[in-house]
């Protein structure tokens, strides 16, 4: 079957630097996308990879290893509007995303 | 430039009763989906389409869950009857062709909480 992974929650401090991990295991791979959600909002597109290293985008940055089908999403300088959950998703062979459960990440001052 | 609309915003029904929801994708998307997504889990396909055909329902329950979308721009889901279990958030997204392009991305309306009481 078809799996992504991430931890339930995370806790970082305002300012701070945290990494959220997601593996993955899927039925063909073409793209990893990581998106923030609001509590009761939508979510919102943050990242793309397709190829293995680092993209950066300002404070944000995603990395993919396919090999080890392995992705990470990097928050530096934590601010407290960070505070939400991070879904990990990846689209398979068929171009379906799946997704994963999302990460709840918590701020504190 | 506006981005998906959905209405209405919450919902609240008893079950057996039946329930509608309406998504407007962002002009120019070929492309829609809806979505289920259950507190503290990810979204769930329910259906996909590409202009007016659906082309993944496989996660659609089809005995009480039907959608259209008509002329390839605005789509309707409805649930009839609805039952205790359907109680979630009902997300619609739009992307230009979610077939062919690599970088296709998933933009997501503000979704309908629906609660059966």
């Known amino acids: 079957g078809q799996n992504i992974d991430q931890p339930t929650e995370m806790t970082a401090t305002e300012g701070a630097i945290v990494q959220i991990n997601c593996t993955y295991q899927?039925?063909?791979?073409?793209?990893l996308f990581w998106y923030q959600q609001h509590a009761g909002e939508a979510p919102t597109f943050l990242s793309y990879?397709?190829l293995d290293g680092l993209e950066e985008k300002g404070r944000f940055s995603s990395f993919l290893s396919r090999s080890k089908g392995y992705s990470y999403l990097l928050l530096k300088e934590l601010q407290m509007k960070d505070s939400a959950s991070y879904l990990c998703?990846?689209?398979?062979?068929?171009?379906?995303?799946?997704w994963g459960a999302g990460t709840k990440l918590i701020i504190k001052p | 430039e506006a981005g998906v609309v959905q209405s209405p915003r919450y919902k609240i029904i008893e079950k057996k009763q039946p329930v509608a929801f309406w998504c407007n994708p962002i002009?120019?998307?070929?492309?829609l989906y809806w979505y289920r997504q259950n507190l503290g889990q990810g979204p769930e396909l329910l259906i996909r389409y590409e202009n007016e055909e659906a082309v993944d329902d496989s996660q659609l329950p089809k005995d009480r869950f039907s959608a259209e979308r008509l002329k390839g721009v605005d789509s309707t889901l409805k649930i009839q009857p609805a039952e205790l279990g359907d109680s979630a958030v009902y997300l619609c997204a739009s992307s230009l062709d979610g077939r062919d392009t690599y970088t296709d991305t998933q933009y997501f309306g503000p979704g309908t909480r629906l609660t059966v009481l």
């Open positions: 990879n397709v």
């Open positions: 998703a990846v689209r398979d062979s068929n171009y379906q995303l799946i």
């Open positions: 002009s120019g998307h070929n492309t």
């Open positions: 899927t039925s063909g791979f073409n793209g």
